[in-house]
């Protein structure tokens, strides 16, 4: 029974080179952290979508992201704050316009975060493959 119940347990994946003989807290030490400013599915899509325009009035991303105007004020507001994008708000027509910039802080951060999870993504396909 013991030789059936080791045949059936998952192979246990490579750890990279330089991670062995690190357990637990300590390869989050060795691996530099995300920036979890960033990381949050909505501030990425807010800082691609600015990347890839001049830039956006909020309503434009709003549809674009697919979300609330409570979701992305409160997201929008805390890229803002760390000097990420910058907000210009004018009126058109008598209505608010609220208008999104990704500032060269948020360029350099993006750039980094995307560098980070091709690696993080490159590290990972060499273990499998291995």
Same mark, same amino acid.
């Given at each position: ?8 347990? /998952?192979?246990?994946?490579?750890? /990279? &080179? ?11 030490? !060795?691996? /530099?952290?995300? =920036?979890?400013?960033? !990381? !949050? #599915? ?8 600015? %990347? ?16 609330? =105007?409570?979701?992305?004020?409160? !997201? ?6 760390? %000097? ?8 058109? =027509?008598?209505? /608010?316009?609220?208008?999104? #910039? ?6 350099? &951060? ?14 990972? #396909?060499?273990?499998? =493959?291995?």
């Amino acid at each position: 029974m013991a030789e059936a119940a080791r045949r059936r347990r /998952p192979e246990r994946a490579s750890v /990279p &080179a330089s991670l062995r003989g690190v357990r637990g807290g300590a390869a989050r030490e !060795h691996a /530099p952290a995300l =920036d979890s400013l960033i !990381h !949050h #599915r909505l501030r990425l899509g807010i800082l691609s979508a600015l %990347a890839a325009a001049e830039s956006l009035t909020f309503n434009e991303l709003k549809s674009i992201l697919k979300t609330t =105007d409570g979701n992305l004020s409160v !997201h929008a507001r805390k890229l803002e704050e760390a %000097a990420y994008v910058t907000c210009t708000k004018s009126f058109a =027509d008598r209505r /608010p316009r609220t208008q999104y #910039r990704l500032a060269a802080a948020g360029r350099g &951060a993006l750039q980094r975060y995307l560098a980070h999870m091709e690696a993080l993504i490159r590290t990972t #396909r060499e273990t499998l =493959d291995r």
